[in-house]
């Protein structure tokens, strides 16, 4: 009956997108758009916003797209308006801005226009302020957990995972115990349990691990010390080092030789982790051919792994055991996504080389396929990818899943990652603002030269 529901549901969905003015609605299309189409909306009003001429038009018209600013003031508003349009804005002011947004009671606006905030913020570059939305978000997501008539604001899977993220269920009887209150059963709880117990350094059973994954990857892993290379450019001298672990992952190794050198990035490849995106363009561009000197390779793709062994009878091929769903806000880049499926595996060691959670910009030379249009010089076109990306994958949740890998010695990492993850999050988020808002955000305060 479930299953027939969601049928019907996805078959009205896709009706309703036909009709021109319905399918502009925001519940029938995806955030990305509709959060770009507000801050478009915002930036040709932007005159009026600067001049404090904006009327309630402008709100009325916001609703179109989701978003609503519930009880917060017209001054409180007028404020938003200005971060969100993209006006520049002393720094001062903007701190300013902050503490007033921390002191707004979480209950002022619904979980759902908190994370819109949010999600307008990230487009923005504006990743301090978006933290505080998130977590005013994150808030009334977990409030349920200690009133028993309180409703959960998206579902109470949703509070539990939002629980999982802060902290505040952080070992299996806790766990047990929430799901239990709302009767979760099955894969989804069964993926709750294992999820929990590699971020927060539990011993993963065996058992556990293949129930999701069939494959013969647990041997291949065992006792072995595995170097993650990500994509950033980087002038340390890891080659011989990183060539020196058991097994080296690569990200996106759509042919030989990818992004590999003797000096920096070392030469050795065994298994090739592809993104969603990177796995499509990888099909399209290589008819799905693997290099010759890699074992494994591992797809975020669920389904892509099939196709992709039909061309490729003497690999090694495998889709990742993902979390796409025990989390409370966000997607997870390709980084987390290949961290956590590979420490649930009984490896020695797992090190992450050049990868500093995006606060370089530019990618390794031919990262992305010419098919992108990325230039690895572009250095704009990068950031402004990478805002809009951001709506979907938070980078707050980037942060914490490998900064409680880290800390629970799931992971390690070279000198960079290291210092990233020492920072803690709001400093990382204030370095990430610093590198994606736009420039008058901080110009105002710099000293002359």
Same mark, same amino acid.
């Given at each position: 009956?479930?299953?027939?529901?969601? +049928?019907?549901?996805?078959?009205?969905?896709?009706?309703?997108?036909?009709?021109?003015?319905?399918?502009?609605?925001?519940?029938?299309?995806?955030?990305?758009?509709?959060?770009?189409?507000?801050?478009?909306?915002?930036?040709?009003?932007?005159?009026?916003?600067?001049?404090?001429? /904006?009327?309630?038009?402008?709100?009325?018209?916001?609703?179109?797209?989701?978003?609503? /600013?519930?009880?917060?003031?017209?001054?409180?508003?007028?404020?938003?308006?200005?971060? +969100?349009?993209?006006?520049?804005?002393?720094?001062?002011?903007?701190?300013?801005?902050?503490?007033?947004?921390?002191?707004?009671?979480?209950?002022?606006?619904?979980?759902?226009?908190?994370?819109?905030?949010?999600?307008?913020?990230?487009?923005?570059?504006?990743?301090?302020?978006?933290?505080?939305?998130?977590?005013?978000?994150?808030?009334?997501?977990?409030?349920?957990?200690?009133?028993?008539?309180?409703?959960?604001?998206?579902?109470?899977?949703?509070?539990?995972?939002?629980?999982?993220?802060?902290?505040?269920?952080?070992?299996?009887?806790?766990?047990?115990?929430?799901?239990?209150?709302?009767?979760?059963?099955?894969?989804?709880?069964?993926?709750?349990?294992?999820?929990?117990?590699?971020?927060?350094?539990?011993?993963?059973?065996?058992?556990?691990?293949?129930?999701?994954?069939?494959?013969?990857?647990?041997?291949?892993?065992?006792?072995?010390?595995?170097?993650?290379?990500?994509?950033?450019?980087?002038?340390?001298?890891?080659?011989?080092?990183?060539?020196?672990?058991?097994?080296?992952?690569?990200?996106?190794?759509?042919?030989?030789?990818?992004?590999?050198?003797?000096?920096?990035?070392?030469?050795?490849?065994?298994?090739?982790?592809?993104?969603?995106?990177?796995?499509?363009?990888?099909?399209?561009?290589?008819?799905?051919?693997?290099?010759?000197?890699?074992?494994?390779?591992?797809?975020?793709?669920?389904?892509?792994?099939?196709?992709?062994?039909?061309?490729?009878?003497?690999?090694?091929?495998?889709?990742?055991?993902? +979390?796409?769903?025990?989390?409370?806000?966000?997607?997870?880049?390709?980084?987390?996504?290949?961290?956590?499926?590979?420490?649930?595996?009984?490896?020695?060691?797992?090190?992450?080389?050049?990868?500093?959670?995006?606060?370089?910009?530019?990618?390794?030379?031919?990262?992305?396929?010419?098919?992108?249009?990325?230039?690895?010089?572009?250095?704009?076109?990068?950031?402004?990818?990478?805002?809009?990306?951001?709506?979907?994958?938070?980078?707050?949740?980037?942060?914490?899943?490998?900064?409680?890998?880290?800390?629970?010695?799931?992971?390690?990492?070279?000198?960079?990652?290291?210092?990233?993850?020492?920072?803690?999050?709001?400093?990382?988020?204030?370095?990430?603002?610093?590198?994606?808002?736009?420039?008058?955000?901080?110009?105002?305060?710099?000293?002359?030269?």
């Amino acid at each position: 009956m479930k299953k027939y529901l969601q +049928f019907s549901k996805r078959i009205i969905g896709i009706t309703l997108r036909c009709i021109p003015v319905i399918r502009k609605h925001y519940r029938l299309r995806s955030r990305i758009d509709n959060i770009s189409d507000a801050c478009s909306l915002l930036y040709e009003k932007r005159v009026e916003i600067d001049s404090k001429l /904006f009327n309630a038009n402008i709100e009325k018209r916001l609703t179109w797209f989701g978003i609503s /600013f519930g009880q917060l003031t017209d001054e409180q508003k007028g404020e938003l308006y200005v971060v +969100f349009a993209d006006l520049p804005m002393h720094q001062d002011r903007y701190e300013e801005l902050k503490q007033q947004m921390e002191k707004i009671p979480a209950d002022s606006l619904t979980c759902e226009q908190w994370l819109y905030m949010h999600e307008i913020c990230c487009f923005r570059g504006r990743y301090t302020l978006a933290q505080i939305f998130r977590e005013r978000a994150r808030m009334l997501a977990i409030a349920p957990m200690n009133r028993n008539k309180v409703k959960p604001p998206i579902s109470w899977e949703n509070t539990i995972r939002a629980a999982i993220e802060g902290g505040e269920c952080n070992n299996q009887k806790d766990l047990d115990r929430l799901l239990a209150r709302d009767r979760i059963t099955g894969d989804i709880a069964n993926k709750l349990r294992l999820y929990i117990a590699v971020l927060f350094g539990e011993k993963v059973p065996s058992e556990w691990v293949k129930s999701f994954d069939g494959s013969d990857f647990t041997d291949y892993l065992a006792g072995k010390s595995i170097a993650i290379v990500g994509p950033s450019p980087t002038e340390a001298f890891d080659g011989e080092e990183i060539d020196r672990h058991d097994i080296i992952v690569r990200l996106t190794y759509s042919f030989e030789g990818k992004g590999t050198d003797p000096v920096h990035k070392g030469l050795r490849t065994d298994i090739s982790c592809f993104s969603g995106v990177h796995g499509r363009n990888f099909m399209n561009e290589c008819h799905g051919i693997l290099p010759r000197d890699i074992s494994w390779a591992c797809f975020k793709t669920r389904g892509m792994a099939s196709r992709v062994k039909e061309a490729n009878t003497d690999k090694k091929v495998r889709d990742h055991i993902t +979390f796409f769903q025990p989390k409370f806000h966000g997607l997870f880049n390709l980084m987390p996504t290949v961290a956590l499926d590979l420490a649930l595996f009984n490896a020695k060691s797992i090190k992450i080389y050049h990868t500093d959670l995006m606060l370089t910009v530019a990618r390794q030379k031919g990262y992305n396929p010419e098919s992108f249009n990325m230039p690895s010089e572009d250095i704009d076109g990068m950031k402004n990818n990478f805002r809009r990306s951001s709506i979907l994958h938070d980078p707050i949740l980037q942060y914490r899943t490998l900064y409680k890998l880290w800390c629970n010695k799931k992971i390690t990492g070279d000198a960079r990652f290291v210092e990233v993850m020492e920072m803690g999050l709001d400093p990382f988020l204030s370095e990430l603002e610093h590198v994606y808002a736009s420039p008058y955000l901080y110009e105002e305060t710099c000293s002359p030269q």
